[in-house]
C-alpha cells in the first residue's frame, strides 16, 4: 500500500492534481476556519471574562463587557461611586479620575468639553455602555455639547450628569433659600440656579465658589488645620452673602471629604447635602426605567478603577474614604 502511494505522489500528474487541490480548496478552507477563530475570540470570549474572574473571587480585573463608567477630574467622584456601590453593588463599574489635569473648576468651556469627551470615549473603549459624569464642573459645562454634538456617533452609547438628579431629590424637600458651594466653573454657568427654576420657582438659590477646597483634596490635605482654615473663610464669605439661608448643598464631588468642616464652620444648624446618595438612588431609578440597558449590564459586582496622576495619593485617598485598600492603576488618556 505505501509503494502505491509513494509511486502516486511521484507521478507528476497526480502530484499537480493534488496540488490544486490544495490551491481550490484546503487553503480557502484555512482561511476561512482562521477567521471564524479570529471572530469567536473578539466577540465571544470578552463576555465570559467577567465570570471567570468572579469564579476565581478576583473583584478587580480587566473586562470588556457592559459596565457603568463614571468620570471626574480626580478622586472627587468617588463620593458618588461609593454610595452606588453600597446601593446596586451587584454591577460592574470601571472608575476614571483626570487628576492629572486637575482642577476641573478654573478651566474653560472648550477645555471641559475637551477632557471629559476624552474621558467619555476611553470609558467607552473600556466597555462601558453607559457613563456618568461624577464631576458638577463637566456636568454643567460640558454634558449637554456632548450629548447634543458628540455621542451621535456612538447610538448606543448614553452619557448622564450629576446635576439634574441632585436638584430634583432636593427640590422635593421644601427648602426656600438653598447655599450652593461648587468650583467657578459650576457656579458661572448658573446650572443650579436654572435647574431649580425649572422646577420651581420659589426656591432662592445663592451660590458661591470655594476653588482651593478640589485642589487641597486632591493633595491629600483633608483633616488638616490648613483644610479647616480655608473651609472657615469661605463658609464666612458665604454666609454674608446668604444669611437666611436653610439648607446647604455641596456641589462638587470633593466637597463630601470636608462635610464635617463645612458643618463645624457653619453658624446655622442646617441640612447639608451631598450628592452621594442621591445620584446613586437617581441611577437606580434610571435603570429601573430603562430595562432596555439595564439586561446588558454585568452583574459581578467587579470594581475597576484608574486615574491619570499619582495612583499612589489616590489610593491613599481612596483607601481612607472607603476604609479598605483599593487598587487604583495608572492610564494615559
Known amino acids: 500500500m505505501s509503494d502505491l502511494f509513494c509511486s502516486l505522489i511521484k507521478n507528476r500528474s497526480v502530484s499537480k492534481f493534488l496540488r490544486h487541490l490544495a490551491g481550490r480548496v484546503i487553503w480557502p478552507l484555512v482561511v476561512a476556519l482562521t477567521i471564524l477563530v479570529i471572530n469567536v475570540i473578539k466577540y465571544y470570549i470578552p463576555t465570559l471574562l467577567p465570570k471567570l474572574y468572579f469564579v476565581n ?29 453600597k446601593l446596586i453593588p451587584e454591577y460592574s463599574t470601571v472608575y476614571l479620575g483626570d487628576s492629572a489635569r486637575a482642577p476641573y473648576g478654573n478651566k474653560t468651556h472648550d477645555e471641559l468639553v475637551k477632557y471629559a469627551w476624552q474621558g467619555a470615549e476611553w470609558l467607552f473603549a473600556k466597555g462601558c455602555d453607559l457613563v456618568i459624569f461624577a464631576c458638577n464642573s463637566a456636568s454643567a459645562s460640558a454634558l ?8 451621535q456617533k456612538f447610538p448606543d452609547k448614553r452619557i448622564l450628569g450629576v446635576i439634574g438628579p441632585t436638584v430634583e431629590e432636593i427640590a422635593k424637600r421644601g427648602h426656600k433659600n438653598i447655599l450652593v458651594l461648587s468650583t467657578v466653573a459650576t457656579k458661572e454657568s448658573g446650572a443650579y440656579a436654572n435647574e431649580f427654576k425649572k422646577l420651581n ?12 477646597w478640589g485642589p487641597m483634596v486632591e493633595q491629600g490635605m483633608v483633616g488638616t488645620e490648613e483644610m479647616f482654615l480655608d473651609v472657615k473663610r469661605e463658609i464666612s464669605e458665604a454666609e454674608k ?15 463630601p471629604y470636608v462635610q464635617d468642616d463645612v458643618k463645624r464652620a457653619l453658624y446655622k444648624n442646617v441640612p447639608v447635602y451631598d450628592q452621594g446618595g442621591l445620584v446613586a438612588l437617581s441611577l437606580k431609578g434610571y435603570l429601573l426605567r430603562h430595562p432596555e440597558i439595564e439586561s446588558g449590564l454585568e452583574k459581578n459586582s467587579v470594581y475597576q478603577y484608574f486615574v491619570t496622576g499619582d495612583p499612589v495619593l489616590a489610593q491613599k485617598i ?5 476604609g479598605f485598600d483599593v487598587d487604583i ?5
Request: hydrophobic residues 40%; proline residues 3%.
Open 57 to 85: 473571587g478576583h473583584k478587580y480585573g480587566i473586562l470588556y463587557f457592559n459596565m457603568i463608567g463614571f468620570f471626574d477630574s480626580g478622586v472627587g467622584g468617588l463620593t458618588i461611586i461609593e454610595e452606588v456601590h
Open 318 to 322: 481612596a483607601s481612607e474614604r472607603f
Open 144 to 151: 449637554r455639547e456632548i450629548q447634543q454634538q458628540k455621542l
Open 201 to 212: 420657582p420659589d426656591i432662592q438659590v445663592f451660590s458661591h465658589a470655594c476653588p482651593n
Open 329 to 333: 492603576k495608572h492610564v494615559t488618556v
Open 241 to 255: 452673602k446668604a444669611s437666611d439661608y436653610d439648607a446647604v448643598l455641596l456641589a462638587c464631588t470633593h466637597y
